[in-house]
Antibody
Framework: EVQLVQSGAEVKKPGESLKISCKGSGYSFPGYWIAWVRQMPGKGLEWMGIIYPGDSDTRYSPSFQGQVTISVTISADKSITTAYLQWSSLKASDTAMYYC????????????WGQGTLVTVSS | QSALTQPASVSGSPGQSITISCTGT?????????VSWYQQHPGKAPKLMIYEVTKRPSGVSNRFSGSKSGNTASLTISGLQAEDEADYYCCSYAGTTTDFGGGTKLTVL
């Protein structure tokens, strides 16, 4: 059975750093893309980016990749079948539920979803 | 503002059929047969219901079906049941990115 288990809810202050995780099991972790999807309070789904754990090929949505800097960083450690989403300096506008999900390819559907990690950024 | 346009809400009575539309452009829905649909109940993670426009994952009821015409994709739910009440999101590959619709709240009357 494919499972994606995400780390627990976080409460942070603006300017702090954060790294949340998504552990995959029940499938060949290196061979499937892992995507991150944001859902702000009361809002819809937004694709943030994807990573292929097999070779760490990473692609970001233009909405989350600024012209100079990337607002978030996606990474993965295939040795422990875990993907990560991290921020170096959180903003209040980062408050949202974050989901990880598998994809067969960089253009395909989101097959399986984690339970979500709620990130709250407040002073 | 979402790249794909969905009605904010639809409703139907048990046993009836409803259709949710998802309007994009020739750069996304119109160019690729890579439209998928997701069901999300309150407080839960989304669930894949339809992929590649018309395909149903194993375990998804055959009451759910998808179609596409030009730049508009549609999700049809037949024989509405109370458990179908949820938010539904369409999604399409768009060349260099992946776009979601704004979501449609389905109410079963």
């Amino acid at each position: 059975e494919v499972q994606l288990v995400q780390s627990g809810a976080e409460v942070k202050k603006p300017g702090e750093s954060l790294k949340i995780s998504c552990k995959g099991s029940g499938y060949s972790f290196p061979g499937y893309w892992i995507a991150w999807v944001r859902q702000m309070p009361g809002k819809g789904l937004e694709w943030m980016g994807i990573i292929y754990p097999g070779d760490s090929d990473t692609r970001y949505s233009p909405s989350f990749q600024g012209q100079v800097t990337i607002s978030v960083t996606i990474s993965a450690d295939k040795s422990i079948t875990t993907a990560y989403l991290q921020w170096s300096s959180l903003k209040a506008s980062d408050t949202a539920m974050y989901y990880c999900a598998t994809r067969r390819g960089p253009t395909t559907e989101f097959d399986y979803w984690g339970q979500g990690t709620l990130v709250t950024v407040s002073s | 503002q979402s790249a794909l346009t969905q009605p904010a809400s639809v409703s139907g009575s048990p046993g009836q059929s409803i259709t949710i539309s998802c309007t994009g452009t020739s750069s996304d829905v119109g160019s690729y047969n890579l439209v998928s649909w997701y069901q999300q109940h309150p407080g839960k993670a989304p669930k894949l219901m339809i992929y590649e426009v018309t395909k149903r994952p194993s375990g998804v009821s055959n009451r759910f079906s998808g179609s596409k015409s030009g730049n508009t994709a549609s999700l049809t739910i037949s024989g509405l049941q109370a458990e179908d009440e949820a938010d539904y999101y369409c999604c399409s590959y768009a060349g260099t990115t992946t776009d979601f619709g704004g979501g449609t709240k389905l109410t079963v009357l």
